[in-house]
C-alpha cells in the first residue's frame, strides 16, 4: 500500500501513431502496473509532448516512456529528446522493428535511451514486463519526489512578465503561467491582496508571492544559489555560456576550488538556442537548454559552485588576489580569473522597437513566447547560424517565418547546413538587403516598416512577432581601467596584448603574457568576449578549457 500510495500520481507514458497498437500496449500496461501507475497514451509526438507539458505543470511525476520509432512528423528518436528537456529522469524505451534496430543502437547515445524493444513483444510476460519492472525499479531509487511549482500571474504583452517567464525557463525553474485576465490568474491575484495593476506576481513553491521582483530576489526564493560558501576560491570564472560552463567543468574535475557568477542564466546566448546541429558529437542536434541543462549538471557533480542573478561590476588585483566584486557591494577573491562574459545582441535603432521590446519584440530566441507564434507571421532580423536556427524552430508552428537580412546573402555569415534547411522549407523566405525601418503598435507589436537598402524603398506588413539576432555587443564596460580592449570593447589576451613584441604597460612578470591572459595576470579570457574569437560553441568550450590548463601554469609559477 505504501508502495501504491507513492506512486498515484506517477505516470507510465506511451505514444504510438497506430491506434490499434496504442491501445494494445496501453491495455498491456494498466494489466500489469496500472493498480501503482496512471497510464497515458498518445498517438503523436506533439500530443505526447503536450501531456508530459501538462503533467510537469500539475507537479506529477514521470516515471517510463516508450515510444514508437516510426512515426511522422516527429519519429521516436526525435520525440525522445525532446521529452529529455521535461523529464530528465524519466527511463526512456523505444519501440522498433527488427529492421529498426541500428537506429535503436543510435539512440542509446542520442537520447540517453534505457532499453529498445522489438514488436511485437508478446508474450508480454517474457518481453515487456521484465523490462519495465527492472526500469521502475532504478526510477524508484533516485529522489523524484514532485517539486511544487512557482506560479507567475501576468499580462500577456507584458515585458516584465516576459523577462520573468524567460529567467525561469532558462534556469530550469518550473513555473506555472496565468493570465492576470482569466479566472484563475484573478483568484491568485486576490488570494495575494493585489489588484492586478502591479504586475507581475510570482508566487513562489513555498506560497510567498513577490510583487514585480528583481532577480536576485527572485533567484534566491525560487532555490537558486545566489551567495559564494566562501570568501576565497582558486578560480571563479564569470559569465555561464559554453565557455564558461567548459572552464567550470575543467577547473573543478581538476581539483581547482571553482566558483561560477552568471548573471541571468546559464547556457547564454547558445543556451537560448533551439537546436544545435553543428556540436561534435550530437549528430542529430542538441538544443541549447538541454546541452546548458547537462554542462550545469557536470559542473555541480564535479563540486563548482553557480551563482545566479549576480551582476558583477569590478575587477581588481590586490597582491596574489584577484577580486571580484558584485553590485551589491560584496565581493569574492580567488587565486586566478577566466573572464567569460560572452556577447548580446545588439538593440535595432528604429522608431517604436525600444517601447514594443518584450510586447511582440524579442532581442533573441525568447524560446518562452514560442508557442504564441502558433498560426502567425514571424519575422526575425539576422542571418547568423541563431538566426536561422531560430527560423527553423519557429516554423514548426508559425504560418510564416521570414528572415530579414542586412547582407545580400546568407553565405557569409550562415553554416551552409543551416541554409539548405532554410532553403527547404516551405514557410520560410529569406529578404536580402532589408532592414527594419520602424516598428508600430499600441501596448503591443501589430506592424513593421521595412526599407529595401538598393531601391529605397519602404513597405509597411502586419507583423506580431519580431526576434533579433544582431552583431555582438561584448559586456566588458564593467573592465574599463583594468583590463585591454579593443575599439569595439572585446578584451586582448596573448599574443594580442604584445604586437611589438614588448609586454603591455604595467606588466612585471619576466614572461610574457599566456595566449588567453589578459594584461593582468591570473586573469584569463575565453569564449566571444575574447577580440578575433571564432564566436562558435565548441570553440568557446574548447578556449574554456584551454584557460583552465593556463590557470593551473600560472598558480604553478606564482
Request: one cysteine or more; a negative charge; charged letters at 20%.
Amino acid at each position: 500500500m505504501a508502495q501504491a500510495a507513492d506512486t498515484a500520481r506517477t505516470v507510465i507514458l506511451t505514444v504510438d501513431d497506430d491506434p490499434g497498437v496504442s491501445r494494445a500496449v496501453a491495455r498491456d500496461l494498466r494489466r500489469r502496473y496500472g493498480a501503482s501507475y496512471r497510464i497515458v497514451r498518445a498517438e503523436s509526438g506533439e500530443s505526447a509532448l503536450e501531456a508530459l507539458r501538462e503533467l510537469k505543470l500539475r507537479g506529477d511525476l514521470v516515471a517510463v516512456i516508450l515510444a514508437d520509432y516510426r512515426m511522422p512528423q516527429m519519429n521516436g528518436i526525435e520525440f525522445l529528446e525532446q521529452a529529455l528537456d521535461v523529464y530528465p529522469g524519466a527511463r526512456r524505451v523505444l519501440l522498433t522493428a527488427y529492421a529498426d534496430t541500428n537506429a535503436a543502437i543510435d539512440a542509446i547515445n542520442v537520447v540517453d535511451l534505457d532499453h529498445y524493444l522489438l514488436k511485437p513483444w508478446d508474450p508480454p510476460e517474457e518481453k515487456l514486463y521484465p523490462v519495465l519492472d527492472d526500469l521502475l525499479q532504478a526510477w524508484r531509487a533516485g529522489d523524484h519526489r514532485p517539486v511544487p511549482s512557482t506560479k507567475v500571474v501576468g499580462h500577456r504583452w507584458s515585458a516584465r512578465s516576459s523577462d520573468i517567464r524567460e529567467f525561469l525557463a532558462r534556469n530550469q525553474v518550473p513555473y506555472r503561467w496565468y493570465a492576470s485576465d482569466e479566472p484563475e490568474g484573478r483568484r491568485l491575484l486576490a488570494a495575494a491582496g493585489e489588484d492586478g495593476t502591479r504586475l507581475p506576481l510570482v508566487i513562489t513553491p513555498d506560497g510567498t508571492p513577490l510583487v514585480d521582483p528583481e532577480a536576485p530576489e527572485l533567484a534566491a526564493r525560487v532555490g537558486l544559489a545566489t551567495t559564494p560558501a566562501a570568501e576565497f576560491y582558486d578560480l571563479v570564472v564569470v559569465g555561464g555560456g559554453p565557455a564558461g560552463l567548459g572552464a567550470a567543468v575543467y577547473g573543478a574535475s581538476e581539483g581547482l576550488r571553482t566558483v561560477l557568477v552568471e548573471r541571468s542564466a546559464t547556457g547564454g546566448q547558445a543556451g537560448q538556442s533551439s537546436r544545435i546541429e553543428n556540436y561534435l558529437g550530437f549528430p542529430d542536434g542538441v538544443s541549447g537548454a538541454q546541452l546548458t541543462d547537462r554542462a550545469r549538471r557536470q559542473a555541480a557533480k564535479f563540486g563548482a559552485e553557480i551563482l545566479t542573478a549576480r551582476e558583477v561590476t569590478g575587477l581588481e588585483a590586490g597582491g596574489s588576489a584577484r577580486v571580484v566584486r558584485f553590485s551589491d557591494g560584496s565581493a569574492v577573491a580567488a587565486h586566478s580569473v577566466i573572464l567569460a562574459t560572452g556577447v548580446s545582441y545588439r538593440q535595432l535603432d528604429a522608431p517604436g522597437l525600444a517601447e514594443l521590446t518584450g510586447c511582440g519584440v524579442f532581442y533573441g530566441s525568447a524560446l518562452t513566447e514560442a508557442a504564441g507564434c502558433q498560426g502567425q507571421d514571424v519575422y526575425i532580423v539576422g542571418g547568423a547560424n541563431s538566426a536561422g536556427q531560430a527560423a527553423m524552430y519557429l516554423a514548426r508552428g508559425a504560418k510564416s517565418v521570414t528572415l530579414l537580412v542586412r547582407g545580400q546573402s546568407l553565405a557569409a555569415s550562415m553554416s551552409h547546413y543551416l541554409i539548405q534547411q532554410i532553403e527547404r522549407a516551405p514557410n520560410i523566405s529569406v529578404r536580402c538587403g532589408t532592414v527594419v525601418e520602424a516598428a508600430h503598435g499600441s501596448g503591443h507589436l501589430e506592424a513593421l516598416t521595412l526599407r529595401d537598402t538598393a531601391t529605397g524603398r519602404s513597405e509597411r506588413v502586419d507583423a506580431q512577432w519580431l526576434f533579433v539576432f544582431i552583431g555582438a555587443a561584448p559586456l566588458t564596460d564593467w573592465l574599463d581601467g583594468t583590463v585591454e580592449r579593443d575599439e569595439h570593447g572585446f578584451i586582448l589576451a596573448g599574443p594580442d596584448l604584445t604586437p611589438d613584441g614588448r609586454p603591455p604597460a604595467g606588466w612585471e612578470l619576466d614572461r610574457p603574457p599566456y595566449h588567453l591572459e589578459t594584461n593582468v595576470p591570473g586573469v584569463f579570457v575565453a569564449g566571444d568576449a575574447r577580440a578575433e574569437s571564432a564566436k562558435r560553441v565548441a570553440s568557446a568550450v574548447g578556449e574554456g578549457a584551454m584557460a583552465v590548463m593556463l590557470v593551473h601554469r600560472y598558480l604553478e609559477q606564482s
